[in-house]
């Protein structure tokens, strides 16, 4: 599963359910985000003395490049702001403290060299 793409065609289907009044299509986003909070710590990369970071997807676990990065925190965030739901904010703020940090610039860039 890829994170970004899952938020992406979970909100749009939000917006679709919410534009058209589709019952089915709200439940369907009930249960993307359920699915979400359960499997998002899976997303998890701690670095040791360096800290936290997003997978960019679950196949192969490798960090998220900083776009991407940036990309989750503000999709978190909205997801947040959506439900009301602390996980996503949690996570967000979690995955937003070394966004500046240039040691994981280069540890993420080195793992995408690859």
Same mark, same amino acid.
């Given at each position: ?7 992406? @065609?979970?909100? $749009? /289907? ?5 534009? #058209? ?6 439940? !369907? ?24 970071? @997003?997978?960019? $997807? /679950? ?5 998220? #490049? ?6 989750? !925190? ?41």
């Amino acid at each position: 599963m890829v994170l970004n793409g899952h938020i992406f @065609a979970t909100v $749009s /289907l939000f917006e679709y359910a919410q534009f #058209s009044d589709n019952k089915e299509a709200l439940e !369907v986003v009930v249960k993307s985000l359920e699915g979400l909070i359960d499997i998002l710590p899976q997303f998890n990369i701690n670095y040791p003395l360096i800290g936290p970071w @997003a997978a960019y $997807s /679950l196949r192969k676990r490798r960090p998220a #490049s900083v776009y991407y990065q940036r990309m989750h !925190v503000h999709q978190l965030k909205v997801l947040h702001e959506l439900t009301g739901h602390p996980t996503f904010l949690q996570t967000a703020e979690r995955w937003s403290t070394k966004l500046d940090s240039p040691i994981m610039h280069n540890m993420v860039k080195a793992h995408w060299v690859q």
